[in-house]
């Protein structure tokens, strides 16, 4: 019996074994890797700096804040390892247009261009558009409807014609007569900055009269040469000057200085830009204001036009911070300034 019971018992041992072992759920098995997509089904990488390839139809050389911005452009491209075209248009519009017409054909990824001219831009833009290519105005506006560019990176011109007039009003003591020398006809800035200028004139000082405003060109030989004909024609009877760029204050101070009348104190010198050379006027005596325009745009412009290589979206405007300089901290702020 005791044979019996122990061959029993093992029995029993190798039953349960078994049914333990059957039971027993199997490891699972490693999990799949997901097969890798097909080459013709992966997102196309992200383009990075080096990747991109950008137009930029420059306006030309005209001031030494163009030739700034120029020189940020250019710098930032080589900083980041962009592929940059560059074109000078010498400041012909004709000779934007044929640039971004040869930016489209070489398919570059983004094109960039100051606009010396608000109008007639629709045609050339929509050919941009077509063929897929975002358009970012660096510092100038176009005018044309939203679609036809991705961004505007650059200044408020009318805030910019504001501040010059209450600093104008505040060094006259809200009186006195005053000559304007204004931009490229048809420029953005020069719109906007005698529309800042004048409605704020009339609105605040009643008593300041404008006896005459004139395109300068936004340079300093056509800002000398029209001062010349202002003093000739309003001898005795200026108080100030009130220039859209830094450039024509110059060349108006030259034409003071010639006259015998000494500027910045027979006559006020207002200005926008923020040149090394005017700080060196103001630092000598012969400025009294300049409002600033950031020049300085390459590193906005490159980051937008990544992003919009990348088909990601930016501000419609991407605005600069700009200051307002004064005659008494120019000889402290001139070392500080880049451009
Ligand atoms: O568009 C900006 C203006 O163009 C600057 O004030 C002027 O100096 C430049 O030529």
Known sequence: MKGVTKSFYLLLVFVMVLSLAACSTPAPAAAEEPAAPAAEEAAPAEKTYQDLVVGFAQIGAESGWRTAETDSIKAEAETLGVKLQFSDAQQKQEN??????????????????????????????????????????????????????????????????????????????????????????????????????????????????????????????????VMEAFLKTYTGEINGVYAHNDDMALGAIQAIEEAGLKPAEDIIIVSIDGVKGIFEAMAAGKANVT??????????????ALTLANGGSVEKWIKSNEGIFRADTAAEDLPTRTY
């Open 96 to 225: 934007q247009i044929k640039a971004i017409r040869s930016f489209i054909a070489q398919q570059v990824d983004v094109i960039g261009v100051a606009p010396v001219v608000e109008t007639g831009w629709e045609t050339v833009f929509a050919e941009a558009k077509d063929a897929g290519i975002p358009i970012i105005l660096v510092d100038r506006r176009a005018d044309v409807s939203d679609d036809l560019f991705a961004s505007f990176i650059g200044s408020d011109f009318v805030l910019e014609g504001e501040n010059a007039c209450m600093e104008m009003g505040e060094l006259l003591g809200g009186a006195g007569n005053i000559v304007e020398l204004e931009g490229t006809v048809g420029a953005g800035p020069a719109i906007d900055r005698k529309k800042g200028f004048d409605d704020c004139m009339a609105a605040n000082y009643p008593d300041i009269t404008i006896l005459e405003s004139q395109t300068g060109d936004f340079t300093r030989a056509k800002g000398k040469e």
């Open 291 to 304: 409002v600033e325009c950031n020049p300085l745009l390459g590193p906005q412009f490159y980051e937008a």
